[in-house]
């Protein structure tokens, strides 16, 4: 069983940058695949980015076609840590941010039921 802790949310202006923490624990991430979503309110949860080992060793990324160029997710194997770095920040990116993790085959990368383990989300607030 994984265990997902967000952090690193809060009230910022719009035009600034912040980073999500996603520590885990109870397994390894490297053998999982991770992603970021977010939820704003009366709204589905949205695909933010995500990564997964490739068979060479490496890991090839993907991002949502709204935050494309703005955000950038990246892992450290070591610290058992995804990241979330966004720039540019807009006040239509409040929401809560979640962290997954799942180990599916195929490309539903971008669908959340794809993910097995969740974070309790960390509240990003934009002001314009």
């Known amino acids: 069983q994984v265990q997902l802790v967000e952090s690193g949310g809060g009230l910022v202006q719009a035009g600034d940058s912040l980073r999500l923490s996603c520590e885990a624990s109870?397994?390894?991430?490297?053998?999982?695949?991770m992603a970021w979503f977010r939820q704003a309110p009366n709204k589905d949860r949205e695909f933010m980015a995500a990564?997964?080992?490739?068979?060479?060793?490496?890991?090839?990324?993907y991002y949502g076609d709204s935050v494309k160029g703005r955000v950038a997710i990246s892992v450290d194997n070591v610290k058992n840590t995804v990241y979330l770095q966004m720039d540019s920040l807009k006040p239509e990116d409040t929401a809560v941010y979640y962290c997954?993790?799942?180990?599916?085959?195929?490309?539903?990368?971008?669908?959340?039921?794809?993910?097995?383990?969740w974070g309790q989300g960390t509240q990003v607030t934009v002001s314009s």
């Open positions: 997954a993790a799942g180990r599916y085959s195929g490309s539903l990368y971008y669908s959340p039921p794809s993910y097995d383990y």
């Open positions: 990564v997964r080992r490739t068979g060479g060793g490496g890991g090839i990324t």
């Open positions: 109870g397994g390894s991430i490297s053998t999982y695949a």
